[in-house]
């Protein structure tokens, strides 16, 4: 039986798999479907348009029509939601990689370097950043000087200081016991950079002023916290639940392992307390975006 | 005893050792020296940094000397030098890994992989990519929109039309007897996309005519193709001579396996008098490519 929602949520819920669409109709043009002997662009394809939240597109995308008080989904906006999502399906791949977290599902499927091999996982994933930054570096619309500061902006959020910092953290500080401080430096690092430029990509695009893009950043870091505290509280959850390796956090220092599921949940709802008054200090505070911390906040964990 | 050398020959030696000193002495500002504990900066720089021929930053910084006519090195071009070099860092990185080739030693040193362990290696490539785009979007007294081009360029050069995929072909198409013209195919996918990319640099930091750019890149295929049969032929060469592992290609068709090193070697001469064809078409016959030509046909093999 289907639950009766209140309107707004319904009408929320129904933007976000119209969004959700078009990402994945737009994925879908950017990387087409290829003769099977073609390994590189199947992977890149496999690795990115398997069934997922989109959440760094939806980011992106919600921030802007929060920001434009739009309705439609301008084309620059979709074309860099895809290139959030190749880098984040390129991360996926090497993070899945016998020589990180060994895992053999993902999205319900088998992970990249199963079905097609780790030299394949690993060119196909340096091809999706390749043309991520192609993606960054053409963006319709905008002008050239734009185009270039998503470019740095998506270095940043990818690089040494980035993704790349983030994994590495969390593959030799992880097995060991960590204060909470520590650990929550690790989960910044993780998943704060593409939920960051979502939300900078977006301001970009609709030429936000200094403060506001200070409280947006504000908000996809508590946001990208929460995150990452509700992806260890599904750890505890079975395999066909979550889609992905269940039970790889077993032993890893994490906000859970150390102060049990109760005080984890407490904090998602601090993390999404703090985004909340991000976004009223940004004067969104009645957008799509404070729709999206209800929709977690409703979400089972 | 030092030999003699003609005096254009000298001077060329001089120039291209100062050339080189200076990329080298630029990458170490881009990747400075870093805590032992940062082994991503670390892998990085020792990726890079390490003795290499530097042929790919030559090439551009050569081509910009014989279009600009000028003396000194604009800091444009000595950056997107850098830029390239870091590609071609993250290319070896990956390519030295169990999962593709498997090398023990690079550039008389041990492998990536081996030195910082494969997760570093897989980041730190990463992390290179990443911070070469930013450069390419970030160079200084270009304007904004050549600063998109060159990220599109480089990604064409890097991604699934370009290193990837002759990484690809070399892993999977190496091991079978092939035709001459399967190999050159090959060749020119591993080894022209930086060249080309290269001289497409140089050409846009100085506003080169499309007729020009035309023999430019064909300058650089042929170059590459050159490049490729010296580098196959050194194979044969002990591993103390080379500083890579040697012997890797037993077994492999190669152009040297398949026709003989004589043949081979003619095949080299072909395509450098192909190469200064294409210098004379441009109009730069008499100028620094052109004796980097002469300086190829020198080399002992």
Redesign the interface.
């Known amino acids: 039986m289907a639950i009766a929602l209140p309107d707004t949520q319904l009408d929320f819920e129904q933007t976000v798999s119209t969004l959700r669409a078009q990402v994945d109709e737009r994925l879908d043009q950017w990387l087409p479907l290829a003769p099977v002997q073609d390994?590189?662009?199947s992977a890149?394809r496999e690795g990115t348009l398997a069934h997922g939240k989109r959440i760094r597109p939806l980011l992106l995308l919600l921030t802007l029509k929060d920001l434009q008080r739009d309705t439609m989904v301008p084309r620059a906006g979709l074309d860099l939601a895809c290139a959030l999502e190749m880098v984040h399906a390129?991360s996926l791949i090497?993070d899945d990689?016998p020589?990180?977290d060994n895992a053999e599902l993902r999205r319900g499927r088998p992970t990249i370097h199963r079905q097609f091999?780790?030299?394949?996982a690993?060119?196909?994933?340096?091809?999706l950043?390749?043309?991520a930054?192609?993606i960054?570096?053409?963006t319709a619309g905008t002008?050239?000087?734009t185009?270039?500061?998503l470019?740095?902006l998506?270095?940043?959020a990818?690089?040494?200081q980035?993704?790349?910092?983030g994994?590495?953290h969390d593959?030799?500080e992880g097995q060991r016991a960590r204060p909470l401080e520590a650990i929550a430096h690790t989960n910044r690092l993780k998943t704060c950079p593409l939920f960051t430029c979502a939300v900078e990509f977006a301001a970009l695009l609709a030429d936000t002023d200094a403060s506001r893009m200070r409280h947006l950043k504000g908000f996809a870091t508590e946001l990208g916290l929460a995150f990452q505290l509700l992806d260890d509280l599904s750890d505890g959850l079975s395999t066909q639940q979550i889609g992905k390796d269940s039970g790889k956090d077993v032993g890893k220092s994490t906000v859970v392992a150390l102060l049990g599921p109760d005080a984890a949940r407490q904090h998602v709802e601090e993390h999404l307390a703090r985004a909340e008054q991000h976004l009223i200090d940004a004067g969104i505070g009645d957008g799509h975006l404070a729709q999206l911390l209800e929709y977690f906040c409703a979400r089972p964990y």
């Open positions: 390994a590189i662009a890149m390129a090497l990689m020589c990180m091999g780790e030299d394949v690993v060119l196909g994933s340096v091809a950043l390749s043309q930054f192609s960054a570096a053409s002008d050239a000087s185009g270039n500061q470019v740095r998506l270095s940043q990818t690089g040494a980035g993704l790349v910092r994994q590495f593959l030799r």
